[in-house]
Structure formats: C-alpha cells, structure tokens
C-alpha cells in the first residue's frame, strides 16, 4: 500500500480533508512520486494551459460589486487572463479574488459553476465541470510562478491531487494539460528557497 493515499477515490464526490496527516518523511515523497509517474504515465501529450482573456479584471470586479451571480468560466477567464496580462500586478482587488479562489478551493476541494459576489456556491450539486478543476489548478500554478506564495502551491498540489483521482473521466485535452502541471509540479516545489 501507498503512503501517498490523497488520490484515492473520486475526490469530486468525496474530497479529501488532508486533517491529521501523518509524518511519514522522506518515504511520503517517495511515494508522491511513484504516484504522480503513475499517473503521468497515463496522461499522453503534454499540452499547454488554457489562457486567459486580459480585460476581464475590471468587469469581474463591477459584476461582483453590483452583485451578480457569476459563472465559474467567466472568473477564471478573468483571473487567468490578469495573470497573464500583467494586469495583477497593478490591481489590488486582484489578489483578493485570487485569495478568495485559492479559500474556496481550500475549503471544499470543489469547483461549483457559479458563484454569487460574495464567492458563495449559487448551486452546491454543480460540482461535475472537469474543466473547471483543470482551469483552476493551472490558476493556482500561474499565482505560484507569478508570486511565489506557498498558498498557491499547497492549492495547485491539492488540485492536481484531485485531477490525479478523476483522470479517467478527463478528455484528451484535460489530460495532456494535467500532464504539463504534473510534469513542473516538481519544478515549483523545487523553486521554494
């Protein structure tokens, strides 16, 4: 049996708690890496991140204070794109939403398709998008390489744990982009000084 047990079973419908982990050193990471090779293995191409659409930023923010429902999508397009832009350097309501995904993913393990202004569920059955977990785990890894804190990573590793328990269920495209984020997933560990 595995120490690396945090990709067992379908995580979307029963997500991990990561509560009272045990120590288990350097064999744990070991067995992160046998996990993650198995995987990889089955994942074929490594295909690119989805990108973003830059200019969104200032439209997620008026939708979110004039109290609009918002649909998954249409954030991660926002926050995607002002990763990429440059635009999150320069808004300060840019890390406040990127920290509100980053609590949300943290606090359920689940991606719902829509979100009210406050970032609350609209509707707690709509957790099945696999885009959505592939979208927010490249999110969390974009964040990592833009800013270096540890909070993004600890989200993408748990996002990519995720993806890792449904890979089956991921189409061909879903599949090569994991295999791109398990393929620098050691990179941004490797970056931590």
């Known amino acids: 049996m595995s120490l690396y047990t945090y990709t067992t079973g ?5 997500p991990n708690t990561y509560f009272y982990a045990e120590y288990h050193g350097l064999d744990f990471l070991e067995a992160w890496k046998r996990e993650r090779a198995e995987v990889f293995g ?10 973003g659409k830059p200019g969104l930023l200032q439209n997620l923010c008026a939708k979110m204070l004039a109290g ?40 359920s393990k689940r991606w719902y398709s829509k979100y009210d202004a406050s970032m609350k569920a609209a509707d707690k059955t709509a957790y099945h998008d696999l885009e959505l977990y592939v979208r927010g785990a490249e999110i969390f890894e974009s964040a990592f ?16 744990d995720t993806l ?30």
């Open 68 to 107: 609009e429902i918002l649909d998954t999508h249409f954030i991660f397009d926002a926050v995607k794109g002002a990763l990429s832009s440059g635009e999150s350097q320069k808004e300060t309501e840019f890390k406040n939403i990127l920290n509100k995904l980053v609590q949300k993913f943290e606090v």
């Open 42 to 51: 089955k994942l074929g191409v490594q295909l690119p991140a989805v990108p």
């Open 164 to 193: 890792c328990s449904v890979c089956e269920k991921l189409d061909a495209g879903q599949r090569g982009r994991l295999a791109r984020m398990i393929s620098s997933e050691s990179d941004c560990i490797n970056s931590i000084k």
């Open 10 to 14: 379908d995580l979307l419908e029963k």
């Open 145 to 160: 390489a833009a800013f270096g804190d540890l909070p993004y990573l600890n989200a993408l590793l748990k996002s990519i």
